[in-house]
């Protein structure tokens, strides 16, 4: 979901979530037991402003603001990386965050092209110029393997 | 048409929803708007104005800028739920509706804007008349505009001379707003204030109204209440999601094609929220038309889980301005109904509904009982 790169999330709202899927499947046999599938989300109120993150913005590629306006410092922001949203941050426009959390959960197309209301006129993603990596993992890929046509298969690697 | 609790939930903070009757197609108009001659309110716009008029309005209503406006009037509150008890002294058998659950949210109103006391009764006819308005089967149109005009020139007297000689009331503070954003024009002014009457007013009639036959029905709910007072505030949650005052929102419409529950709802649809279905929904809460209180416990169920909440208030950015009035309003009146009715039963089960489908209530709510126990202050 993004970019299958391993992530180290330091909000404490994802150690409470993990640790409710952790509890669960200690007491729960193997059938019962729960992925830890969440999408991150953290916030945090800045002079008075209320930022709110959904998804993983650091990894995206690109940049666009989907609701509201900047000089107001009322806006959503979407990240999209490869064509794919993965990551929004509002700025006191929390109560649309759920809606881009979901919207990441679906691996939804980017830029967004659905209208919305509060949609700016210009809805056009700019590079999101994020610093590089520090330890790039390469992409997920596909590898073949085998020599033999009745030992050939295509096998999904993460690294 | 949307029933269940998750996808509901889901509409509410959707941004391809629209709550501007302007962006539903001919064939899915026929909405009740707002009063004629006068702005949408805040309820039926989307953001950004939405978001500004409401924020303005806030300021002056709610923490952090005006932390106790509606604690503030809690006494003078409670003064008026005693005054109309009194007012069933001598007397076996009352209507709930016409003489508590009407008078008490009009009143409220009333000291809320700072209406003077002697304009009330003038009020009064104005704002029934009005809220013909919200019923599908009068017909009086005539009665609505003459009543909106004549309610609006009263308004605007009101808001030049709170203007010129501010009080503490909310129309004074709106009047004479420095805040960051502006102060709103005259006509928003007045498209707002006739909101907070409206929505803040048929609304608490229904949740009063309905508490009281509701505990009405289940007497050991009842004296629960009259023995431990504290109960109320799990009562009135409840209630929200048992009998709620506004049952469903009939004015959403889609901006865009809105895939949910597996289904496409086609740009420019209509979208009706359920929300008294959504509270009872089964995938959401246990044993959901069992009227009961203590789901709303904390001490019985630990922390307040996400399968406790109801969509009495509705949710997102439209959740319910007022909601803190009107549960201080019916937690008041239903605590003050349990301690001084002695004996009390319906006289009529079911009682007559009013026919408005929206705002689900009864028309009248007759209520017999042997005595009154007199007020605390009395």
Redesign the interface.
């Known amino acids: 979901m993004f970019g299958y790169q391993f992530l180290a999330l330091e909000h404490w709202g994802n150690a409470v979530t993990q640790a409710e899927v952790a509890a669960h499947n200690m007491i729960s046999s193997q059938a019962d037991r729960w992925p830890h599938l969440a999408v991150p989300v953290f916030w945090s109120t800045q002079f008075g402003t209320e930022i709110k993150s959904t998804g993983v913005p650091s990894v995206a590629d690109s940049v666009v603001i989907t609701q509201g306006s900047v000089p107001d410092r009322r806006f959503v922001a979407a990240y999209g990386r490869q064509g794919r949203l993965v990551g929004a941050v509002t700025f006191n426009q929390s109560k649309w965050l759920e809606f881009h959390g979901r919207q990441v959960e679906r691996a939804a197309p980017f830029p967004p092209t659905y209208q919305t209301v509060d949609q700016p006129a210009d809805v056009r993603p700019v590079p999101a110029e994020f610093p590089e990596a520090p330890i790039p993992t390469q992409a997920a890929t596909v590898v073949v393997t085998g020599h033999d046509p009745s030992e050939r298969r295509a096998e999904f690697v993460t690294r | 048409m949307v029933s269940t609790y998750r996808e509901i939930v889901?509409l509410l903070?959707?941004?391809?929803?629209?709550s501007d009757p302007r962006n539903l197609t001919a064939s899915a108009a026929g909405v009740p708007e707002g009063v004629p001659g006068l702005p949408a309110s805040f309820l039926h716009l989307?953001?950004?104005e939405h978001?500004r008029l409401r924020r303005v309005v806030t300021r002056h209503f709610r923490p952090p800028h005006t932390p106790d406006r509606v604690d503030g009037l809690a006494p003078e509150l409670h003064k008026i739920v005693g005054g109309l008890i009194d007012g069933f002294v001598g007397r076996t058998e009352v209507d709930i509706v016409d003489e508590l659950a009407y008078p008490l949210p009009v009143a409220v109103i009333c000291q809320l804007l700072g209406v003077p006391r002697e304009d009330e009764p003038r009020f009064h006819v104005w704002v029934e008349s009005l809220l013909k308005s919200l019923d599908p089967d009068t017909g009086a149109a005539a009665e609505v505009q003459q009543a909106g005009t004549e309610m609006a020139q009263y308004f605007s007297g009101l808001i030049d001379a709170h203007r010129r000689a501010p009080g503490g009331d909310m129309l004074s503070a709106l009047a004479t707003d420095d805040g960051p954003e502006g102060q709103l024009t005259q006509e928003q002014l007045l498209s707002t204030s006739f909101l907070l009457l409206i929505a803040g007013h048929e609304t608490t009639v229904n949740l009063i109204a309905n508490g009281t036959l509701t505990l009405l029905r289940h007497p050991h709910v009842l004296e629960r209440l009259r023995r431990d007072p504290e109960m109320v505030f799990r009562v009135v949650e409840e209630l929200l999601r048992y009998e709620p005052p506004v049952h469903f929102v009939p004015w959403r419409t889609a901006?865009?094609?809105i895939e949910i529950a597996d289904t496409t709802m086609p740009?420019g649809s209509r979208i009706v929220l359920l929300l008294a279905a959504g509270s009872r929904d089964p995938d959401h809460v246990r044993a959901p038309d069992r009227f009961d209180p203590d789901r709303f416990d904390p001490d019985r169920f630990g922390l307040a889980r996400e399968g406790d909440q109801h969509l009495g208030f509705g949710g997102?950015?439209h959740y319910c301005f007022g909601a803190p009035l009107a549960r201080l309003e019916a937690q008041t009146a239903l605590g003050e109904l349990a301690r001084r009715l002695v004996n009390p039963r319906l006289v009529t089960d079911p009682p007559p509904y009013r026919t408005n489908p929206v705002l689900r209530g009864p028309r009248h709510l007759q209520v017999a009982f042997d005595d009154i126990v007199p007020s605390r202050e009395g």
Do not use: A, N, Q, Y
């Open positions: 889901e903070h959707d941004p391809r929803v629209s989307d953001p950004p978001d901006l865009d094609d740009k997102g950015i």
